[in-house]
T-cell receptor, first 115, second 112 residues
Framework: AQSVTQLDSQVPVFEEAPVELRCNYS??????LFWYVQYPNQGLQLLLK??????LVESINGFEAEFNKSQTSFHLRKPSVHISDTAEYFC?????????????FGAGTRLFVKA | NAGVTQTPKFQVLKTGQSMTLQCAQD?????MYWYRQDPGMGLRLIYY???????DKGEVPNGYNVSRLNKREFSLRLESAAPSQTSVYFC???????????FGPGTRLTVL
């Protein structure tokens, strides 16, 4: 059985400061890893994903995440955040089950960017 | 291309009433999902459908039923609503084997 742990429920940070949102997972098989972002009153949107290959993946708006197999982590980072990055961020893990691929989401980390 | 659409956006029910949440996608995805989102608990999978004609229980299926009407539509039914089902419900559809998901805007349900 797989699980996803997001270690911080809320992360307050000042604008232009760096941020790291932590995600650890447990799984006995090969996994695919995702970060989704949810802006207020909206559905989730894919931010970035790791499927295979390079362990460092990037999004178009400056976020990056690194897959670390030995530590079973997929932390999300941004070197300089903007007010508009205020949102809730969900780490997710997919693995193949009997009915196809299933995805498990973490509980979410709420990022507050302050001026 | 509307993506994933959900109706209604908001709904208030009394305990014991029934209702169906509708979901449709126009991206030709095989997989569709229903989640509920509660504060501090993230998204929890209620039911999913890996392909047309199949449905499977997720993490929290009790009190719900689903119908995969065709490839586009996947509905969620509450037969006898309870206050514990007050939540925001999201429908999603999945891309192929990699299970990247696309989400609808959500339905905010309150059961009094």
């Amino acid at each position: 059985a797989q699980s996803v742990t997001q270690l911080d429920s809320q992360v307050p940070v000042f604008e232009e400061a760096p941020v790291e949102l932590r995600c650890n997972y447990s799984s006995s098989v090969s996994v695919y890893l995702f970060w989704y972002v949810q802006y207020p009153n909206q559905g989730l949107q894919l931010l970035l994903k790791y499927l295979s290959g390079s362990t460092l993946v990037e999004s178009i708006n400056g976020f990056e995440a690194e897959f670390n197999k030995s530590q079973t982590s997929f932390h999300l980072r941004k070197p300089s955040v903007h007010i508009s990055d205020t949102a809730e961020y969900f780490c997710a893990v997919s693995e193949r089950g009997t009915g196809g691929f299933k995805t498990i989401f973490g509980a979410g980390t709420r990022l507050f960017v302050k001026a | 291309n509307a993506g994933v659409t959900q109706t209604p956006k908001f709904q208030v029910l009394k305990t014991g009433q029934s209702m169906t949440l509708q979901c449709a996608q126009d991206m030709n995805h095989n997989s569709m999902y229903w989640y509920r989102q509660d504060p501090g608990m993230g998204l929890r999978l209620i039911y999913y459908s890996a392909s047309e004609g199949t449905t499977d229980k997720g993490e929290v299926p009790n009190g719900y039923n689903v119908s995969r009407l065709n490839k586009r539509e996947f509905s969620l039914r509450l037969e006898s609503a309870a206050p514990s089902q007050t939540s925001v419900y999201f429908c999603a559809s999945g891309v192929g084997l990699l299970n990247e998901q696309f989400f609808g805007p959500g339905t905010r349900l309150t059961v009094l």
